[in-house]
């Protein structure tokens, strides 16, 4: 084979190989168990996104100017994400979720992966229209820091409006989704209100533990990207986060069955894919 | 010196299986086609609306001998099972070799995308993989099937004149020189030849 990583996957696995263990030894980012086939495709985008030549390229680049690291994490760390995604999970979480949460005095929750915060403000809407949010605190978490700062924004473009809306209604929102928004320059700004006890903070759920006691984690297609031996490491993480009978809602195609975990939960909604911690 | 490591390539063959427009209705008959102790992992990528619910994969295993079911994250991929893509997912295949999904954003507008399936079932099973196009009316599949060719496999096309939908099939036969076009009626016979030649390719270069 010869020596364009183009059509040499070989060659290619050993530069990816090395990029991770130069990450990690820089930065501490550890992404030697993310699942190789997804990283890889995430990197290669990466280097045409940064405009760059190739793996050695970047790796020269990315351990010598932070900006471009922060750049790249952003660019292979982050899944894109929308209001309400798959309204029926948020349905059942203020059917069936909420109900349990609201016999706590204060409300702990958890975003893992928050991304660009979507699901955070998703969940702070049903939380408000629960009369559940003045007594809830909200840890919203992600690798990418420039995710996090879009997420304390709360501004999204205004073509997100109209699938938000119907995902909001389909997800059984009592009021208007328009009374959570103002709309300008083609963009919407979320309510102020919304993020007012939300704490917006970078984790790394390879390398750091848990922070903090919540009732609800949420973690919605993080655990795709990561191989077994991680997925088991971050359940234990939110294991050692929830209290007892506190819930997990997992992404729709995501399961606890190839964690070391399974036995640690029950399942609560399974097509919902929310667990109880025994 | 040593000769540079390679990974190691799974003790059998695949098939992906990409469509969109028009190709639902073939699908049906040419999984049911496929022998029970087909000696090849099966994975099938179809353009479906990501709020689809999924349970078109139940009606496309309908006759088909093999157990035929949504992907799921992590699943083995080996013979015995034929994994359809989830709708709203990417689906990848993975070192293991096992399956992947992912929500990165659509390519060229889809998710699930042919090409992001083919590039990496291409990445591990090299020679021992048979890609096959059917009906769409989009380009998904071009780059995909360029990589799968490159790297040794076979890609088979759906013969553009019985396509309800054409595009796809012309786009990667114009781009691949050794994509092979194939009447509907004879694909699961090829697709069983091709998984056949590529095993023997695969041994004589492992």
Redesign the interface.
């Known amino acids: 084979?010869g020596g364009d990583t183009d059509?040499d996957?070989?060659?290619e696995?050993?530069e990816v190989a090395g990029l991770i263990a130069a990450l990690r030894a820089r930065y501490g980012h550890d992404f030697a168990d993310y699942?190789?086939?997804?990283l890889?495709?995430?990197l290669r985008n990466a280097l045409s996104a940064l405009g760059l030549e190739g793996f050695g390229q970047l790796q020269h680049r990315a351990l010598r100017e932070p900006e471009l690291m922060r750049a790249l994490l952003d660019l292979i760390a982050v899944?894109?994400?929308g209001l309400f995604r798959d309204p029926w999970v948020f349905a059942a979480l203020r059917t069936a979720v909420l109900p349990v949460l609201a016999t706590y005095p204060r409300i702990a929750i958890w975003v893992a992966g928050c991304a660009t915060g979507e699901e955070v403000y998703s969940l702070a809407i049903l939380l408000h229209e629960a009369g559940l949010l003045r007594r809830t605190r909200i840890y919203a978490t992600d690798l990418s820091d420039a995710a996090l700062d879009r997420a304390r924004e709360g501004v999204y473009a205004a073509g997100a409006v109209r699938d938000a809306t119907t995902a909001y209604l389909e997800a059984g929102g009592q009021a208007s989704f328009a009374d959570y928004y103002t709309a300008a320059y083609g963009r919407i700004s979320l309510a102020p209100f919304l993020r007012r006890d939300v704490v917006f903070s970078d984790h790394s759920l390879a390398t750091d533990s848990a922070f903090a006691e919540v009732h609800l984690v949420m973690c919605r297609?993080v655990?795709?990207?990561f191989q077994?031996r991680l997925q088991t490491r971050a359940v234990g993480v939110f294991l050692d986060s929830l209290v007892r009978r506190g819930f997990l809602c997992l992404?729709t195609?995501?399961?606890l069955l190839?964690t070391g975990h399974v036995d640690a939960f029950e399942a609560f909604d399974g097509a919902s894919r929310i667990y109880r911690r025994r | 010196m040593r000769a540079?490591?390679?990974?190691v390539p799974p003790t059998w063959p695949a098939v992906i299986i990409g469509g969109s427009a028009g190709a639902l209705p073939l699908l049906p008959g040419l999984l049911a086609a496929l022998p029970v102790d087909l000696p090849a992992a099966v994975a099938v990528v179809l353009h479906v609306r990501a709020s689809s619910d999924g349970s078109f994969a139940r009606h496309l295993g309908e006759r088909c001998p093999l157990p035929t079911r949504?992907a799921?994250?992590?699943a083995r991929f080996a013979p015995g099972v034929v994994h359809v893509a989830?709708p709203g997912?990417h689906l990848?295949?993975?070192?293991g070799p096992t399956l992947?999904?992912?929500?990165?954003?659509p390519v060229a507008y889809v998710r699930p995308s042919i090409d992001?399936a083919f590039?990496?079932a291409?990445?591990?099973f090299?020679a021992a993989l048979v890609a096959v196009v059917l009906s769409g009316a989009n380009e998904d599949g071009r780059v995909g099937a360029l990589?799968v060719a490159?790297?040794g496999g076979r890609v088979l096309v759906q013969a553009p004149a019985t396509a309800a939908a054409p595009t796809m099939p012309e786009a990667v036969l114009a781009a691949v020189p050794e994509a092979r076009s194939i009447d509907p009626t004879e694909l699961s016979a090829m697709i069983r030849q091709a998984l056949a030649r590529g095993a023997r390719r695969g041994e004589q270069t492992g």
């Open positions: 084979m059509i996957p070989d060659l696995d050993a699942t190789t086939a997804s890889r495709r995430r899944r894109v994400t297609n655990l795709i990207y077994p992404g195609r995501e399961s190839r | 540079p490591a390679t990974i949504l799921e994250s992590g989830p997912y990848l295949v993975d070192e992947a999904l992912s929500v990165d954003p992001v590039e990496s291409a990445d591990v090299r990589r490159r790297l």
